[in-house]
């Protein structure tokens, strides 16, 4: 297309699936592109650094409604850098709590181990038992 990219285009330039296009227009991620006058969608060039913001944003764990925030502040001049560092800031925070929740599962899947020395029958078992509540 003279005038822009194909949906397939697209998703083949920000190396993402045809499927995934449709499905960040749908969401609003992507906005809906002008159509040629043969009725195809037609892209702008800057729709695959908008892709590849989104693809990066997921990959660090921001959801769609973060990602689609964070496109508002990159979208306005107004915004400053806070308002972007505030996201950030939270995902750290999010991220440090599942870290301290693993580890702690973690902690309690070694104690469970080491309650066994994997020679009971099952019925005896001290780590069945204690999934199950009959033990801890």
Do not use: W
Not at 11 to 36: D, H, I, K, M, W
Not at 110 to 117: F, G, I, M, P, V
Request: charged share 30%; net charge positive.
């Amino acid at each position: 297309m003279a005038n822009g990219l194909t949906r397939g285009e697209l998703a083949r330039q920000g190396q993402v699936n045809f499927e995934t296009v449709r499905f960040y227009e749908n969401e609003g991620l992507l906005p809906q592109p002008p159509r040629s006058s043969s009725g195809y969608r037609s892209y702008p060039v800057t729709a695959v650094l908008r892709l590849q913001f989104i693809k990066s944003a997921k990959e660090l764990g921001f959801s769609l409604t973060e990602i689609r925030e964070m496109l508002n502040i990159r979208g306005d001049s107004d915004h400053l850098c806070t308002d972007a560092v505030k996201h950030i800031e939270t995902k750290v925070a999010e991220i440090d709590e599942k870290i301290r929740k693993l580890k702690a599962i973690r902690k309690t899947l070694n104690r469970l181990k080491e309650s066994c020395a994997g020679h009971c029958r099952v019925n005896d078992c001290p780590i069945l038992d204690s999934l199950d509540g009959r033990k801890q």
